[in-house]
């Protein structure tokens, strides 16, 4: 039986963001369910808003290949995705498309393809910005990920997020020891 590396981020670079929190809360619930874990923080990956021609001009940005490497190596991904105008943030979406730039003799996809993904999100509001999961999904499927069923949004942040370790809601972070278990679990399977 393998044991899972799991990486965690969120779509968020801000000092006290609740995203970042909660990311490192459904890591602790996949380390605790078996899985080896990662937490980065994209605020220390240096990716510049991609451009086709900085990318031709230049290759690709030294933070671009080191979150590269992390995804790589990593089977599986647990995204904090916060939720603006309805959306994913643009600093996730910039991170995901540089990550799905092919650097020469690399496969296709090769960050992407055959991993296994869990959506959480936090706001300070009462949906949890559980309108962007929908569309991080569909990205991250479209880009060969698998994503798991249930996603999990939480609500109301400032209460429910005041440390890196647990959700002060028992019944969200219960959803949370379920969404990490079965990252883990789908993982072994697949391998
Ligand atoms: C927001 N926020 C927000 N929240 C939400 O639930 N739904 C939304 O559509 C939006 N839209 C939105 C747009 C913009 C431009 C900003 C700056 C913010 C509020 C957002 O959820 C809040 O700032 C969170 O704290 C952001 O997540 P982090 O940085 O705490 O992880």
């Known amino acids: 039986?393998?044991?899972?590396?799991?990486?965690?981020?969120?779509?968020?670079?801000?000092?006290?963001?609740?995203?970042?929190?909660?990311?490192?809360?459904a890591l602790h619930a996949a380390e605790q369910a078996g899985a080896e874990t990662t937490f980065i923080d994209l605020l220390d990956y240096n990716m510049p808003l991609y451009s086709k021609?900085?990318?031709?001009?230049?290759?690709?940005?030294?933070?671009v290949i080191e979150f590269k490497e992390m995804l790589k190596s990593h089977n599986g991904f647990l995204i904090a995705s916060p939720e603006y105008n309805g959306s994913l943030t643009g600093t996730l979406k910039n991170a995901i498309d540089w990550a799905t730039i092919k650097a020469k003799g690399e496969?296709?996809?090769?960050?992407?393809?055959?991993?296994?993904a869990g959506?959480?999100?936090?706001?300070?509001g009462s949906l949890g910005g559980i309108r962007g999961l929908h569309h991080l999904r569909t990205i991250l499927a479209g880009i060969g990920?698998?994503?798991?069923?249930?996603h999990l949004a939480v609500s109301n942040s400032?209460?429910?997020?005041?440390?890196?370790?647990q959700i002060t809601d028992e019944?969200?972070?219960?959803?949370?020891?379920?969404?990490a278990t079965e990252i883990v679990r789908v993982v072994r399977r697949l391998h």
Do not use: Y
Not at 6 to 22: E, H, M, Q, V, Y
Not at 119 to 124: D, F, K, M, T, Y
């Open 1 to 25: 039986m393998i044991t899972p590396k799991i990486l965690a981020f969120a779509g968020s670079t801000r000092k006290d963001s609740f995203n970042k929190r909660l990311a490192k809360v």
């Open 53 to 63: 021609d900085l990318f031709d001009e230049q290759g690709m940005p030294g933070g």
């Open 107 to 116: 496969e296709r996809m090769a960050c992407w393809d055959g991993k296994i």
């Open 119 to 124: 959506l959480v999100s936090a706001s300070p």
């Open 145 to 150: 990920t698998f994503v798991l069923p249930n």
């Open 158 to 165: 400032e209460t429910n997020l005041q440390n890196d370790i």
């Open 171 to 179: 019944k969200l972070q219960h959803q949370v020891d379920t969404l």
